[in-house]
């Protein structure tokens, strides 16, 4: 057995990781998961950089910030496998939420019209509402921008998005210090259930394919130590394979309410895994079948463009520089190789190509595999846009805000 | 030099700062992580900020270190990103620390030596303030299965505790379960407690 060390948050999206160690995927590739349970990203990101973990449960917007020596410390970070996508609620206090469109399934599948109505309404409150986000370098901040941003709301004047970790974030909407948020479920869902917020978008309907955590190592450690690697790769494609089982979502639900993980209720968290949202207390759910994906599909496969895609708005945000070495450095964090190379040998299908333009596909679509068959779901953008990894400096170009 | 400890833990905050006043420094403060000390930390302009590194309001913290204007200069993780020992050290202590860019290593290694040793005897006490009361609650619970033996079976107080301590033994767990699982069956059978 070779003992691996690996940092997570109490999220939803640590299913795959919680099931590789409770369901015994990690130990039949005789890998030891050592599941160390972090509560802040800084936390999370010190003990990887550090090597105090060996990997960890990662934002992908971090991994590539801390790779360009962003957030502190810098060290070369790759993450050769993605835990899942989507997964994120906004939601936001009733009383703010009155100014959007009353029907919440309506409103969830329409985000343009949503932002909009927002935007008419920003102007009537009181004060700059005042959004909580988890990270500056989280997948929810740069989709919550995307998002203000495509009704003309200007993300860094005409709110104010405020750090705070995703369990904090009830509390907070009770204090009144913010009027909405953005977090990993089940937050969005718990801060629902009690009352003080109404889901007003979903991250599925943001970006139908986004890019959420991803499994982090340290380039070193991942290089010097290709055979654990490939083994606890291995050991998460089947475990992720369980957790997209709609027969299993009851059972890792319990598994994740469990005190040493999520430590919440398991009927909070099983709705996500369904994608069964209740947008209001007391309402029926809303059917958002991809709001969260582990497996299928391909989840797990980093696509380079998926890390340039990040790059790219950090660029637009001006959190970096842009610059060809960046854009080498950012690309280079997301590992197809490794994953490739881990997964050779198993019938797991495997794209052919590494990068693709995000946000292209209407409708399902076979792609071209090197083995099985593979089709990607839908995955546009809500505003309509395509990126092509080719040419970042015009796509971002092509944003009127800011 | 201008120390500010973030820690809701009052008594793991006073044994920082007990600590770093007998070593010198009289310009500490003690905020709790709770509502805007964001805005009152940066009003404080602090050289060097002190956190638990499993407080979870250390991204929040980190925002701030990244966005405010009021701060003169950066303020980086750790004294000197080479010494790794001391960083090794201060993540196995749980602490964090924020120095303004520019302080000379010198200046800031003392402090964060005597956090690191600070925190880990806090670790040490409330281990043993932890294995105390669990002494306290194990003796209590035996004293009460002695008692059920004592009035149900006429033994005296060294045979019932004997009788605990064979059975235990002869089924190879802790006395203080055996003496729970008869205080539970003696419940369960309405028999005096």
Redesign the interface.
């Known amino acids: 057995m070779t003992p691996i060390r690996v940092a997570f948050l109490g999220l939803t999206d640590s299913a795959v990781l919680v099931a590789a160690r409770e369901k015994g995927f990690a130990e039949e590739q005789a890998v030891a998961l050592d599941l160390v349970r972090a ?5 999370l990101r ?2 990887l950089v ?1 090597g ?1 973990v060996h990997a960890a449960h990662m934002l992908a917007p971090l991994a590539v910030a801390v790779t360009l020596g962003l ?3 810098p060290s070369a970070l790759s993450a050769p496998y993605k835990l899942n996508v989507n997964g994120n609620l906004i939601v936001m206090a009733p009383d703010f939420a009155a100014a959007l469109e009353p029907d919440a399934a309506v409103r969830l599948n329409d985000p343009l019209a949503t932002a909009h109505d927002f935007a008419n309404a920003i102007g009537l409150y009181h004060r700059k509402p005042i959004i909580g986000v ?3 370098f989280s997948s929810h901040s740069l989709a919550l921008r995307y998002w203000l941003a495509s009704a003309g709301i200007h993300p860094d004047r005409d709110v104010v998005l ?4 995703p ?2 974030m009830v509390e907070a909407m009770k ?1 009144g ?1 913010i009027d909405g948020f953005t977090a990993g479920e089940p937050w969005g869902s718990a801060a629902i259930e009690v009352g003080l917020a109404e889901a007003v978008a979903a991250s599925e309907r943001l970006w139908q394919r986004g890019v959420e955590k991803v499994l982090a190592f340290r380039t070193d450690w991942m290089e010097q130590n290709p055979e654990p690697v490939d083994r606890l790769l291995r050991g998460l494609s089947a475990a992720a394979r369980w957790c997209d089982e709609p027969e299993n979502r009851t059972e890792l639900s319990e598994l994740l309410a469990r005190h040493a993980y999520v430590d919440q209720p398991s009927e909070l968290i099983e709705r996500a895994l369904t994608g069964r949202i209740v947008a209001r207390r007391g309402e029926s759910p809303v059917d958002l079948p991809d709001f969260v994906l582990f497996d299928r599909e391909a989840t797990p496969f980093p696509w380079r463009s998926q890390a340039l895609w990040i790059y790219s708005q950090l660029v637009r945000w001006k959190m970096v520089e842009p610059s060809a070495d960046a854009e080498a450095r950012a690309g280079a964090v997301f590992r197809p190789d490794i994953y490739r190379r881990a997964l050779a040998d198993s019938d797991t299908p495997m794209p052919g190509a590494s990068m693709k333009v995000e946000g292209a596909l209407e409708a399902p679509l076979a792609i071209g595999a090197q083995r099985g068959s593979i089709t990607l779901g839908p995955d546009r953008f809500f505003d309509g846009r395509a990126f092509d990894p080719d040419r970042i400096a015009e796509y971002i170009a092509g944003f009127d805000v800011p | 030099m201008r120390i500010v400890i973030i820690d809701d833990s009052g008594a793991r905050a006073t044994v920082l700062e007990e600590g770093l006043r007998d070593a010198g420094y009289d310009d500490i403060h003690v905020v709790p992580p709770r509502g805007a000390f964001v805005a009152r930390l940066e009003r404080m302009a602090p050289d060097v900020v002190l956190m638990d590194l499993g407080n979870p309001s250390r991204d929040t913290l980190e925002e701030m270190l990244t966005v405010s204007r009021a701060l003169a200069k950066p303020i980086a993780m750790f004294v000197d990103q080479s010494d790794d020992s001391m960083i090794g050290a201060a993540i196995d202590a749980g602490i964090s620390a924020y120095v303004v860019d520019g302080l000379r290593k010198e200046r800031v290694k003392p402090i964060l030596d005597l956090a690191i040793r600070r925190f880990n005897a806090f670790a040490r006490m409330q281990t043993e303030l932890d294995e105390a009361r669990t002494q306290l609650a194990d003796r209590k619970t035996i004293d009460r299965a002695k008692a059920i033996l004592m009035s149900s079976r006429g033994l005296s107080e060294p045979d019932a505790y004997a009788l605990l301590r064979t059975t235990a033994m002869n089924q190879g767990k802790k006395m203080v379960d055996v003496a729970q699982a008869l205080i539970t069956a003696s419940d369960l059978l309405g028999g005096m407690s």
């Open positions: 509560e802040s990203w800084a936390t010190d003990r550090y105090q957030s502190q410390q988890v990270h500056r405020r750090v705070l970790p369990s904090l204090a210090e």
